[in-house]
Protein backbone atom coordinates (compact mmCIF):
# COMPACT_ATOMS: atom_id res chain seq x y z
CA UNK A 1 0.00 0.00 0.00
CA UNK A 2 2.73 2.10 0.79
CA UNK A 3 4.02 1.59 -2.39
CA UNK A 4 1.08 2.65 -4.18
CA UNK A 5 1.25 5.89 -2.39
CA UNK A 6 4.92 6.29 -3.66
CA UNK A 7 4.60 4.93 -7.02
CA UNK A 8 1.57 7.13 -7.51
CA UNK A 9 3.82 10.73 -8.02
CA UNK A 10 7.12 8.59 -9.21
CA UNK A 11 6.01 5.57 -11.49
CA UNK A 12 2.33 6.26 -12.10
CA UNK A 13 1.62 3.89 -14.51
CA UNK A 14 2.80 1.28 -12.44
CA UNK A 15 0.80 2.07 -9.54
CA UNK A 16 -2.10 2.11 -12.05
CA UNK A 17 -1.73 -1.69 -13.07
CA UNK A 18 -1.11 -2.38 -9.13
CA UNK A 19 -4.27 -0.45 -8.10
CA UNK A 20 -6.60 -1.86 -11.19
CA UNK A 21 -4.98 -5.54 -10.27
CA UNK A 22 -5.78 -5.47 -6.22
CA UNK A 23 -7.67 -2.33 -5.53
CA UNK A 24 -7.80 -1.04 -2.35
CA UNK A 25 -10.15 1.43 -0.58
CA UNK A 26 -10.08 1.84 3.22
CA UNK A 27 -6.33 2.81 3.51
CA UNK A 28 -6.48 6.00 0.59
CA UNK A 29 -10.01 6.90 1.66
CA UNK A 30 -8.69 7.22 5.36
CA UNK A 31 -5.44 9.10 4.15
CA UNK A 32 -7.61 11.58 2.47
CA UNK A 33 -10.15 12.22 5.47
CA UNK A 34 -7.70 12.10 7.95
CA UNK A 35 -6.02 15.07 6.45
CA UNK A 36 -9.26 16.66 5.01
CA UNK A 37 -10.41 16.40 8.67
CA UNK A 38 -7.30 17.69 9.78
CA UNK A 39 -7.37 21.10 7.70
CA UNK A 40 -10.65 21.98 8.76
CA UNK A 41 -9.27 21.29 12.68
CA UNK A 42 -6.24 23.15 11.93
CA UNK A 43 -8.42 26.44 10.26
CA UNK A 44 -10.85 26.43 12.57
CA UNK A 45 -8.35 26.93 15.45
CA UNK A 46 -6.28 29.22 13.76
CA UNK A 47 -8.72 31.66 12.58
CA UNK A 48 -10.24 34.11 14.75
CA UNK A 49 -13.69 33.38 16.17
CA UNK A 50 -14.99 37.48 16.10
CA UNK A 51 -13.97 37.85 12.63
CA UNK A 52 -15.36 34.55 11.24
CA UNK A 53 -18.90 35.58 12.81
CA UNK A 54 -18.80 38.63 11.66
CA UNK A 55 -17.97 37.29 7.99
CA UNK A 56 -20.87 35.31 8.25
CA UNK A 57 -23.17 38.03 9.65
CA UNK A 58 -22.05 40.32 6.84
CA UNK A 59 -22.67 37.22 3.85
CA UNK A 60 -26.04 35.80 5.64
CA UNK A 61 -27.49 39.85 5.41
CA UNK A 62 -26.38 40.41 1.63
CA UNK A 63 -27.49 36.73 1.00
CA UNK A 64 -31.39 37.08 2.41
CA UNK A 65 -31.70 40.39 2.18
CA UNK A 66 -32.33 40.95 5.98
CA UNK A 67 -31.44 43.34 8.44
CA UNK A 68 -27.86 42.80 10.38
CA UNK A 69 -29.65 42.49 13.31
CA UNK A 70 -32.09 39.72 12.49
CA UNK A 71 -29.62 37.83 11.45
CA UNK A 72 -27.22 38.85 14.07
CA UNK A 73 -29.71 37.33 16.46
CA UNK A 74 -30.18 34.29 14.54
CA UNK A 75 -26.36 33.34 15.01
CA UNK A 76 -25.88 34.41 18.84
CA UNK A 77 -25.68 31.25 19.95
CA UNK A 78 -22.63 30.05 17.37
CA UNK A 79 -19.56 28.75 18.74
CA UNK A 80 -16.65 28.59 16.65
CA UNK A 81 -16.15 24.97 18.14
CA UNK A 82 -19.60 24.08 17.03
CA UNK A 83 -18.45 24.99 13.38
CA UNK A 84 -15.33 22.85 13.26
CA UNK A 85 -17.30 19.84 14.53
CA UNK A 86 -20.25 20.46 11.81
CA UNK A 87 -17.61 20.95 9.01
CA UNK A 88 -15.48 18.39 10.45
CA UNK A 89 -18.49 16.21 9.70
CA UNK A 90 -19.49 17.53 6.68
CA UNK A 91 -16.17 16.65 5.09
CA UNK A 92 -16.36 13.17 6.45
CA UNK A 93 -19.82 12.97 4.65
CA UNK A 94 -19.45 14.73 1.49
CA UNK A 95 -15.98 13.88 0.52
CA UNK A 96 -16.69 9.98 0.14
CA UNK A 97 -20.13 10.82 -1.47
CA UNK A 98 -18.67 12.78 -4.02
CA UNK A 99 -16.59 10.37 -4.68
CA UNK A 100 -19.00 7.70 -5.12
CA UNK A 101 -21.03 10.06 -7.88
CA UNK A 102 -17.77 10.23 -9.95
CA UNK A 103 -16.71 6.85 -9.65
CA UNK A 104 -20.69 5.81 -10.32
CA UNK A 105 -20.10 8.12 -13.68
CA UNK A 106 -16.84 6.15 -14.60
CA UNK A 107 -18.45 2.71 -14.18
CA UNK A 108 -21.18 3.35 -16.28
CA UNK A 109 -19.15 4.96 -19.04
CA UNK A 110 -16.99 1.85 -18.88
CA UNK A 111 -19.88 -0.48 -18.98
CA UNK A 112 -20.67 1.70 -22.31
CA UNK A 113 -16.92 1.70 -23.46
CA UNK A 114 -16.48 -2.35 -22.79
CA UNK A 115 -13.43 -0.71 -20.34
CA UNK A 116 -14.33 -4.12 -17.54
CA UNK A 117 -13.13 -1.57 -15.08
CA UNK A 118 -15.24 -2.06 -11.65
CA UNK A 119 -16.58 0.17 -9.64
CA UNK A 120 -14.17 -0.50 -6.63
CA UNK A 121 -11.10 -0.49 -9.13
CA UNK A 122 -12.32 3.17 -10.29
CA UNK A 123 -13.36 4.32 -6.51
CA UNK A 124 -9.83 2.76 -5.45
CA UNK A 125 -7.99 4.28 -8.20
CA UNK A 126 -9.49 8.10 -7.45
CA UNK A 127 -8.66 7.62 -3.56
CA UNK A 128 -5.42 6.96 -4.47
CA UNK A 129 -4.81 9.74 -6.88
CA UNK A 130 -6.08 12.61 -4.76
CA UNK A 131 -3.54 14.10 -3.30
CA UNK A 132 -4.90 17.43 -2.68
CA UNK A 133 -5.50 16.87 0.97
CA UNK A 134 -1.99 15.99 1.44
CA UNK A 135 -0.29 18.71 -0.20
CA UNK A 136 -2.71 21.00 1.39
CA UNK A 137 -2.54 20.07 4.77
CA UNK A 138 1.80 20.22 4.50
CA UNK A 139 1.19 23.58 2.57
CA UNK A 140 -1.07 24.84 5.88
CA UNK A 141 1.45 23.13 8.50
CA UNK A 142 4.38 24.80 7.27
CA UNK A 143 2.22 28.47 7.05
CA UNK A 144 1.27 27.85 10.80
CA UNK A 145 4.89 27.02 11.96
CA UNK A 146 5.70 29.85 10.25
CA UNK A 147 2.95 32.12 11.71
CA UNK A 148 3.75 30.77 15.45
CA UNK A 149 7.39 30.32 15.10
CA UNK A 150 9.15 33.47 13.23
Known amino acids: MINNLI ?3 TAPKEAFGSIKDKPTVLFPLLI ?3 FSTSLQHGYFNTVNADFLIAQTEEQAAALFNQP ?3 IR ?3 ADMDP ?3 MIQSIIGVLIIVP ?3 VLYCGYLSLISKFTHDEISFKQ ?3 LSCWRDKKPL ?4 KYSCYSLAMYYP
Open 97 to 99: LIM
Open 135 to 138: ILSK
Open 68 to 70: ESQ
Open 32 to 34: ILL
Open 81 to 83: QRI
Open 73 to 75: EGL
Open 122 to 124: WYS
Open 7 to 9: NII
